[in-house]
């Protein structure tokens, strides 16, 4: 988002009025984000979705010039396009490829059609889904950033309970929430518990 908000800020309404393109998101995990939660999003969206197209290595050059010209860069570097390309090329199943053995040792995630497939949406139809992405600004660090989504979420829980006269939210009832939410909740809890 903190990409999307500086694409937003910093480009002409030409460019804005481009669609972006995802690929490999069920790559995304990790770092207490959960393929369900992904999965839902994606739900969520499909009704935006402009197109969707699945990248086949063996018959589109297009996309045989990607894997070449992402292998002629320092394939170590980028944990996702090694996996997509990897895909691309046939592998399946929790495949490594050998260059990244040394980086990734417990969280590996399984290759297969899903990996190779790209949506594209309009950049205004999916913003206009996040909640806190206005009140991103240049000038904030990651920390701020991580403030103003668990403040975001925080009020609207809050008014969300409100008008159904429940309590505020607690710990115990963070299994509603998406995982990574879950993990935002629980470290404000323990540092205002010590």
């Given at each position: 988002?903190?990409?999307?908000?500086?694409?937003?800020?910093?480009?002409?309404?030409?460019?804005?009025?481009?669609?972006?393109?995802?690929?490999?998101?069920?790559?995304?995990?990790?770092?207490?984000?959960?393929?369900?939660?992904?999965?839902?999003?994606?739900?969520?969206?499909?009704?935006?979705?402009?197109?969707?197209?699945?990248?086949?290595?063996?018959?589109?050059?297009?996309?045989?010039?990607?894997?070449?010209?992402?292998?002629?860069?320092?394939?170590?570097?980028?944990?996702?396009?090694?996996?997509?390309?990897?895909?691309?090329?046939?592998h399946r199943g929790y495949y490594l490829p050998?260059?990244?053995?040394?980086?990734?040792?417990?969280?590996?995630?399984?290759?297969?059609?899903?990996?190779?497939?790209?949506?594209?949406?309009?950049?205004?139809?999916?913003?206009?889904?996040?909640?806190?992405?206005?009140?991103?600004?240049?000038?904030?660090?990651?920390?701020?950033?991580?403030?103003?989504?668990?403040?975001?979420?925080?009020?609207?829980?809050?008014?969300?309970?409100?008008?159904?006269?429940?309590?505020?939210?607690?710990?115990?009832?963070?299994?509603?929430?998406?995982?990574?939410?879950?993990?935002?909740?629980?470290?404000?809890?323990?540092?205002?518990?010590?």
């Amino acid at each position: 988002m903190s990409h999307a908000r500086a694409i937003d800020l910093l480009s002409s309404d030409e460019v804005k009025s481009k669609y972006i393109v995802v690929i490999g998101t069920n790559l995304e995990v990790g770092h207490d984000v959960l393929k369900s939660d992904i999965d839902a999003r994606l739900t969520a969206l499909s009704s935006d979705a402009i197109f969707t197209w699945l990248w086949q290595y063996e018959y589109d050059d297009n996309v045989r010039r990607y894997v070449e010209i992402f292998h002629h860069c320092c394939p170590r570097q980028s944990i996702v396009h090694s996996l997509i390309c990897a895909s691309l090329q046939g592998h399946r199943g929790y495949y490594l490829p050998e260059h990244l053995r040394s980086r990734i040792t417990k969280s590996v995630v399984e290759l297969g059609e899903e990996t190779c497939i790209s949506i594209g949406y309009h950049f205004d139809d999916v913003m206009r889904h996040n909640v806190y992405f206005k009140r991103l600004t240049p000038e904030m660090n990651l920390h701020q950033v991580y403030d103003t989504i668990y403040d975001t979420i925080s009020h609207d829980l809050s008014s969300v309970e409100s008008a159904s006269s429940h309590r505020s939210i607690s710990l115990s009832q963070n299994a509603q929430l998406p995982h990574f939410i879950q993990g935002v909740f629980s470290s404000e809890n323990k540092s205002s518990s010590t």
